[in-house]
C-alpha cells in the first residue's frame, strides 16, 4: 500500500505540471505582488524595460512545452513590440548550454539566464513552462502557462493602465490581486 501511495504521489508530481491551475499552485507567483529584484544576465542585446508591459517567459533546453512555445513568443515579439509588449525568456542554464541551443532554435526576443539574484527562485518557480505579465510599474498582472496566453489578453494587457480586471481566457479566473 505504500509503494502505491508513493506511486501516486510521483505520477501526480509529473503530471500536475500539466495543468496550468495545478501549476499556479505549485509555483509561488503572486498576482499584484511587485517584480522581485534579480541581476538577469542577457545573451542578447537587454531590452528597454521602461513603460514596457513584459512578458517573461520561463523556459529550458530539455523542456518539450517549453521549445514549442517558442515560435509563438517570436510571433508576439514582432507583432507587439512597436505597441510595447517586451518578452524576455529566461533560463536556470548556464549560458553555454542557452547559446548552443540558440543557434539551432533563435528566440527574435530577449533571452537571459539567471544571475546572483534568481527570480526562479524568488518567485517560486518549480515547473516548466511558466509565464509572468509585468505591467509598466512593475507589478505582476498575470500568470500562468504560456499556452494560455492569447492575443485578446494581450491587447487588453497592453491596453490596461489602471487596476481593471481581466478574465482569463479558458478558466475563468482573474488577474485581480489575490
Not at 508576439?76 to 548550454?97: A, F, M, P
Not at 510599474?137 to 485578446?152: C, E, F, L, M, Y
Request: glycine letters at 8%; a positive charge.
Amino acid at each position: 500500500m505504500k509503494k502505491l501511495l508513493i506511486s501516486l504521489c510521483g505520477t501526480f508530481l509529473l503530471v500536475a505540471p500539466s495543468f496550468a491551475g495545478i501549476t499556479d499552485f505549485i509555483n509561488g507567483v503572486k498576482v499584484g505582488a511587485q517584480l522581485p529584484a534579480n541581476d538577469l544576465q542577457y545573451l542578447s542585446p537587454p531590452p528597454n524595460l521602461a513603460d514596457k508591459l513584459v512578458l517573461v517567459d520561463f523556459w529550458a533546453t530539455w523542456c518539450a512545452p517549453c521549445v514549442e512555445s517558442i515560435p509563438k513568443l517570436n510571433s508576439w515579439h514582432e507583432r507587439y513590440e512597436r505597441k510595447g509588449l517586451v518578452v524576455v525568456g529566461v533560463s536556470q542554464e548556464s549560458k553555454e548550454v542557452v547559446q548552443k541551443f540558440l543557434v539551432k532554435v533563435p528566440m527574435h526576443y530577449a533571452h537571459a539566464v539567471e544571475g546572483g539574484k534568481s527570480l526562479h527562485k524568488a518567485l517560486r518557480i518549480r515547473s516548466l513552462p511558466y509565464a509572468i505579465f509585468v505591467d509598466r510599474t512593475g507589478k505582476i498582472v498575470w500568470r500562468g502557462q504560456p499556452s494560455a496566453i492569447t492575443d485578446d489578453l494581450i491587447g487588453s494587457l497592453l491596453g490596461r493602465h489602471d487596476d481593471a480586471i481581466v478574465v482569463l481566457p479558458h478558466t475563468g479566473r482573474s488577474t485581480a490581486h489575490e
